[in-house]
């Protein structure tokens, strides 16, 4: 869609008007989001002010980002911006765009252990949803987010920052090797679990995100099984391992933590089983 095809009249209303998403609750609740970033405003103002004129500047950014939505690129990395746990983090194409259901793993980790000191480490981290979650619902506890990719732990470093967060420290690692021997309280991890071959990677949104943090070998479970058997000799005795997986992984989780003890699986409220998690 070419700017040209607007007048130096162009109104709210006639930007959206002619997107063609009407009658598209989801499409036209994104063109709405992208218009008001564009426009330096926060969307309600879009229906306050719908004849307000749309600047020429604006829309052509508007344009840009329309172009790229309608591609399939996500919304959050157009918008710079994703809500996990009612916060707001800062993503990027360097880390995954979090997802609500990874919301069972912070639960699941917040039920074990009370708001008392103890040293709670988040594998692969990402945009640090996990870690600074976690941190802003129990103060007491020191967190340690870990990823190998420094623009992800910059990202992260960044969202701990914007939510004035002080016991969460970040460190550029693979998996548990910089994690000192039996020192762990809880281990926490969303890692990769989905199949190189897995057609859902080719999907629209999907396919901007980061294959580094998608995909772990032909079944998907490569960076699990690496995390089970390095996890233990960092846990303290009692100490607890988390693991988000995919729902039809979860008997092979499950026998991959047969050295640990009370594994117990927990299901999302659509009933499927996505956390794993076991004690030392």
């Given at each position: ?38 426009m330096g405003c926060m969307r309600p103002a879009l229906y306050a002010h719908s004849q ?63 708001n008392v000191p103890c040293n709670v480490v988040d594998l692969g981290t990402g945009s ?153």
């Amino acid at each position: 869609m070419s700017s040209a095809l607007y007048s130096t009249t162009c109104t709210v209303h006639d930007v959206l008007h002619r997107t063609d998403v009407l009658n598209n609750a989801p499409l036209r609740l994104d063109a709405e989001i992208l218009l008001a970033q564009s426009m330096g405003c926060m969307r309600p103002a879009l229906y306050a002010h719908s004849q307000r004129l749309v600047p020429e500047k604006a829309i052509q950014q508007w344009e840009r980002l329309w172009a790229r939505r309608q591609a399939g690129e996500p919304l959050s990395y157009l918008t710079g911006e994703k809500e996990f746990w009612s916060l707001s983090l800062c993503v990027s194409a360097h880390v995954l765009v979090p997802r609500p259901e990874s919301e069972l793993l912070v639960s699941c980790a917040l039920e074990q252990l009370n708001n008392v000191p103890c040293n709670v480490v988040d594998l692969g981290t990402g945009s640090g949803a996990l870690a600074i979650s976690m941190a802003s619902e129990r103060p007491q506890w020191r967190i340690t987010g870990i990823d190998c990719d420094r623009h992800a732990l910059s990202i992260a470093e960044h969202n701990g920052h914007k939510h004035h967060l002080t016991n969460i420290c970040w460190v550029h690692a693979h998996w548990c090797e910089s994690i000192t021997l039996a020192s762990a309280t809880m281990i926490v991890s969303n890692p990769p679990y989905i199949s190189v071959n897995d057609p859902c990677l080719h999907e629209d949104g999907v396919c901007y995100e980061p294959r580094l943090a998608l995909c772990s070998g032909i079944d998907g479970l490569d960076s699990i099984r690496h995390i089970v058997c390095a996890a233990y000799p960092c846990l303290q005795p009692h100490g607890y391992l988390l693991i988000e997986h995919a729902p039809h992984q979860r008997k092979a989780v499950r026998q991959l933590m047969r050295h640990y003890r009370k594994i117990t699986t927990f299901s999302d409220l659509a009933g499927r089983v996505r956390v794993t998690m076991a004690q030392k």
